[in-house]
């Protein structure tokens, strides 16, 4: 049994209850101990994930948030520097599966949030279980 931590940015409260629920459905179908914590927003989620990880608590992380296209350029931002962050940390090889969903809409982010339909909660969940395996099979 290992121990994640999805770390959730807390924007749109229904979406974020089926990302999480998604998540924590697959974590828990494979019988490992899930904690959520919630940070403000997408930005925050990289460096909550890096302080988690030095405390070594965990063996992998969920990242959850929903960021939709506004009439700025903040989406680029957030959608971006957010997936960037997650993906330094992955390259120094903390398991992180990204379920931060970067959407047009509200009908595109509840197709992809809600665990019958797209379940990218349940899929980011997944992806960090893959990364912790290969953390496994190439440890020294």
Do not use: C, W
């Not at 121990?3 to 924590?24: C, P, Q, S, T």
């Not at 459905?25 to 904690?35: L, N, P, R, S």
């Not at 070594?56 to 903040?74: K, L, Q």
């Not at 971006?80 to 595109?108: C, H, K, P, W, Y």
């Amino acid at each position: 049994m290992a121990n994640f931590l999805i770390v959730e940015a807390r924007f749109y409260d229904h979406l974020n209850d089926m990302l999480v629920a998604g998540a924590k459905a697959a974590m828990e179908a494979e019988g490992h101990a899930v904690d959520v914590l919630t940070v403000p927003g997408a930005l925050e989620i990289p460096g909550a994930i890096s302080l988690a990880a030095d405390s070594e608590r965990y063996d992998g992380f969920v990242a959850i948030g929903v960021v939709i296209r506004g009439e700025t350029y903040h989406f680029e931002i957030v959608a971006g520097e957010s997936a960037r962050g997650i993906m330094a940390l992955t390259m120094d090889g903390i398991a992180i599966g990204n379920g931060i969903i970067t959407v047009e809409n509200e009908e595109q982010a509840l197709e992809r949030a809600d665990p019958s339909k797209k379940d990218k909660g349940g899929e980011a969940a997944k992806a960090a279980l893959a990364l912790l395996d290969l953390q496994a099979r190439f440890a020294r």
